[in-house]
Nanobody, 112 residues
Framework: QVQLVESGGGLVQAGGSLRLSCAAS????????MGWYRQAPEKQRELVAI???????NYADSVKGRFTISRDNAKNTVFLQMNSLKPEDTAVYYC??????WGQGTQVTVSS
């Protein structure tokens, strides 16, 4: 079993920044993929960014150049630095471990 605890969401004006964190605990495999998805009202959940334990990253086109995913393998923690935020980034952001364990979600709201 793996548990995920997210933090760092909130309300920010357009152009601002937020940093999300997600700490994993439990039965963690040394080789794994962690990342972030998001779901806006009345929309499907979509990939934001993922990062493997080896450091490979993948981003949604909509966030490339604005968001940066990173991780601390020693602490089983993944981070999402979000800069130049736009109102369309407003969503609930979910942390994932190997895309089968999910966090409870953290709200990110960007006002125009």
């Amino acid at each position: 079993q793996v548990q995920l605890v997210e933090s760092g969401g909130g309300l920010v004006q357009a152009g601002g920044s937020l940093r999300l964190s997600c700490a994993a605990s439990g039965n963690i495999f040394s080789v794994n993929t962690m990342g972030w998805y998001r779901q806006a009202p009345e929309k499907q959940r979509e990939l934001v960014a993922i990062i493997t334990s080896g450091g490979y990253t993948n981003y949604a086109d909509s966030v490339k150049g604005r968001f940066t995913i990173s991780r601390d393998n020693a602490k089983n923690t993944v981070f999402l630095q979000m800069n130049s935020l736009k109102p369309e980034d407003t969503a609930v952001y979910y942390c994932t471990y190997n895309q089968y364990t999910w966090g409870q979600g953290t709200q990110v709201t960007v006002s125009s």
